[in-house]
């Protein structure tokens, strides 16, 4: 499936059916706007270009679990890193504007989760 999406993107391209730039603003507000709103909380996190914001992480099995659990689906960075540390990779192509902010907050609430039971 990946190759097919691969080649109808590679076609819009080629053909000018989608604006270039009008696609790399799109993705920059969002992809800024997520970066932006995860500082505010005290998260880091990078993307510089493109689809993917890259956030450390102690472990990405938890924060990925905890993530899914608020709804959010994400990748563990390990397929696409060599030597840096552990880190989850969000794809925003399909995130909405209004999603960003829901979005950090539960990606705070995920990686810094509060404490309960008795003792907590």
């Not at 504007?97 to 989760?113: G, K, N, S, V």
């Amino acid at each position: 499936m990946s190759h097919l999406l691969q080649h109808a993107v590679a076609h819009l391209w080629r053909t000018n059916a989608a604006d270039p730039a009008a696609v790399a603003a799109s993705y920059a507000l969002r992809r800024d706007g997520l970066v932006a709103a995860l500082a505010v909380r005290g998260i880091p996190a990078h993307g510089r270009s493109g689809l993917n914001v890259w956030i450390p992480v102690a472990d990405e099995s938890t924060a990925i679990t905890r993530l899914l659990s608020r709804g959010w689906a994400c990748a563990p960075g390990a397929r696409n890193r060599l030597g840096s540390p552990p880190a989850l990779r969000l794809t925003i192509s399909s995130l909405d504007a209004t999603e960003i902010e829901p979005l950090a907050a539960d990606l705070a609430a995920a990686l810094h989760p509060a404490p309960t039971g008795r003792y907590g």
